[in-house]
């Protein structure tokens, strides 16, 4: 039996419109590269810095941990502007399909690419929280682990976090590799 469900946020239980892809090209460019769509397709599940950095290098600018940081500062803009012109919202029935598998006695966790100063208040605006009261047992964030997807990092900290021990009794879906 499944005991934890672990959901990517953007694009798997949270549709944003678009706007993660939107902040990331905009902060990426706005250095004066290009940014190739497949390699932002690539980078969307990652922690953003680590996107930033590498999809700079892939069109062909040298990023330095000043660079990233601006433009990390860029996209955090930049995707706040969206969601207050566009808010996000749960993907069709996902917040139903969460209920349902807590009441059947599976815990559930979010991971995603961002830091927790964009998950958290993301996630607040949708009225979605862990602790007393919440509807979700974890949430774990980029800035948590040390490496972001595709390394397992986030999965083994949402596991941490709700106390399941055998990855074999843990489901993981997201939108990215």
């Known amino acids: 039996m499944i005991e934890l469900a672990v959901f990517d946020m953007a694009g798997t239980t949270i549709e944003e419109h678009g706007a993660v892809y939107e902040a990331l090209r905009h902060a990426v460019e706005s250095t004066g590269v290009t940014v190739d769509a497949q390699d932002l397709q690539t980078w969307m599940g990652t922690d953003k810095r680590e996107a930033i950095d590498a999809l700079v290098r892939l069109g062909g600018g040298t990023p330095d941990a000043e660079l990233v940081e601006r433009q990390y500062g860029v996209f955090r803009a930049f995707l706040k502007e969206r969601y ?18 807590r009441a059947r006695g599976v815990k ?6 961002f830091s927790a100063d964009v998950a958290l208040p993301l996630l607040a605006s949708l009225g979605w929280s862990t602790g007393e009261g919440g509807n979700l047992d974890a949430v774990v964030t980029a800035d948590e682990v040390v490496r972001g997807r595709p390394a397992p990092y986030m999965i083994h900290r949402a596991m941490e976090k709700t106390g399941v021990v ?8 997201g939108d990215t590799a």
């Open 84 to 101: 207050e012109e566009v808010p996000p919202q749960p993907i069709a029935q996902a917040d139903k399909a969460l209920a349902e598998l």
């Open 166 to 173: 055998d990855v074999r009794k843990v489901l993981v879906a």
């Open 108 to 113: 559930v966790a979010l991971t995603t690419g």
